[in-house]
């Protein structure tokens, strides 16, 4: 079984669509995040869940939104699709927040034309 | 801004040679983490770090933190294909616990 599973691996849309990519951890994990991986390969930390409060969110359009229906799933929703958010988006868990070795799942291409 | 600045940005050997990759920083880390991507992959952890001056080995590869816990060095030692890949440094604050995320250096190793 993959310990971070993210769905859908790739999408390509336009721009103005709204989108959702899935994350299941299956580590029992207390913390899950959402990282944005741009072109030259920075890692920016976007949220972190811990045991369904939201415990950072950085500077990020409100555009995005992440949903956590339970300690398992983080989901991540983007409305009003831009260019500039073509991007791969990781989630990754951690057993605690903010320590220990971070789980990442495969990551998941966006594509907006 | 806490940064942590990664060289050299790319490096691209043959086979067997060694090479030492750096991640310097002017902030103090009360920990620090390496991780390798392979391609369509996301980070795996190689190694945390913790105290000032530890060095610590995993096969080829030896992972060292400065002695003022500033900095880290990543040398692999007879470097062989499958050690391409994006090698990631992250500095843990201590203050706040946010892990903070070097630039990456892209390895490749030729056969």
């Known amino acids: 079984d993959t310990a971070v599973s993210q769905t859908p691996k790739y999408l390509v849309t336009q721009m103005g669509n709204d989108k959702s990519i899935k994350c299941e951890q299956n580590?029992?994990?207390?913390?899950m995040y959402w990282y944005k991986q741009d072109s030259k390969k920075f890692l920016k930390i976007m949220f972190s869940?811990?045991?369904?409060?939201?415990?950072i969110n950085e500077t990020v359009p409100n555009r995005f939104s992440p949903k956590s229906p339970d300690k398992a799933h983080l989901n991540l929703h983007i409305n009003s699709l831009e260019l500039g958010d073509s991007a791969v988006y990781f989630c990754?868990?951690?057993?605690?927040?903010?320590?220990?070795?971070?789980?990442f799942g495969e990551g998941s291409r966006l594509t907006v034309l | 801004t806490q940064l942590l600045e990664q060289s050299p940005q790319f490096l691209s050997i043959q086979e067997g040679e060694n090479l030492t990759v750096y991640c310097n920083s002017s902030?103090?880390?009360?920990?620090l983490q390496w991780y390798r991507q392979e391609p369509g992959e996301g980070p795996v952890l190689l190694v945390t770090?913790?105290?000032g001056g530890e060095v610590k080995k995993l096969k080829r590869l030896t992972f060292q933190f400065g002695d003022a816990r500033k900095d880290s060095s990543l040398h692999i030692t007879a470097a062989q294909p499958g050690d391409t890949g994006l090698y990631l440094c992250?500095?843990?604050?201590?203050?706040?616990?946010?892990?903070?995320w070097g630039l990456g250096t892209s390895l490749a190793v030729n056969p």
């Open positions: 902030s103090v880390f009360s920990s």
């Open positions: 869940y811990n045991n369904k409060e939201l415990i």
């Open positions: 990754a868990s951690s057993q605690e927040w903010e320590a220990g070795e971070l789980f």
């Open positions: 770090v913790v105290t």
């Open positions: 992250a500095g843990r604050d201590g203050n706040n616990r946010k892990l903070i």
């Open positions: 580590l029992g994990h207390d913390t």
